[in-house]
């Protein structure tokens, strides 16, 4: 994943990156025309902003939802995430990063994620046991099916 221009938006990245690993939308756009027709899509900055980043976690699911995805947003436990990133894709935000980044399945036994910040709070491309525990708790919102 492309690094996230601007501190505040990668919930937007994330959730671009979604689509676009989904074949949902914005597959042969150039990544930073996609990421601004998302954000502006999910809602700038009613939903997200400079101020805030992601004003809620419903923002992303209704971006999800605008393109035919069916999303749920769960707070979850590393082994239920772990479930989760096996056989769906979507974000996770722990809270303690305050930071989305995408799910990209597992690597291991840790939780593989497309991170738009690599490195911020140590965590590049996968997200371990621990550094779950220690960020958490942890919101994730996951694609079910389409729509």
């Known amino acids: 994943m492309p690094a996230q221009a601007y ?6 990245c994330s959730t671009c990156w979604v689509l676009q690993a989904t074949a949902t939308a914005f597959q042969d756009a150039d990544i930073y025309d996609a990421r601004y027709a998302v954000g502006t899509e999910m809602g700038y900055p009613s939903c997200v902003n400079e101020t805030y980043g992601c004003m809620s976690p ?3 699911v209704d971006e999800l939802a605008r393109h035919g ?4 947003q769960a707070w979850c436990s590393f082994d239920q995430a772990y479930a989760i990133a096996r056989t769906n894709t979507g974000t996770i935000n722990p809270q303690g990063m305050y930071h989305f980044m995408a799910l990209r399945g597992t690597q291991g036994a840790d ?14 491309s996968t997200l371990s046991r621990s550094q779950f525990n220690a960020l ?3 919101s994730v919102i996951y694609v079910e099916g389409r729509a």
């Open 7 to 12: 501190s505040w938006t990668c919930s937007v």
């Open 58 to 60: 419903q923002c992303v």
């Open 69 to 72: 995805l069916v999303a749920r």
């Open 111 to 124: 939780i593989a994620v497309a991170n738009s910040a690599e490195g911020y709070m140590g965590v590049y």
């Open 136 to 138: 958490g708790p942890v």
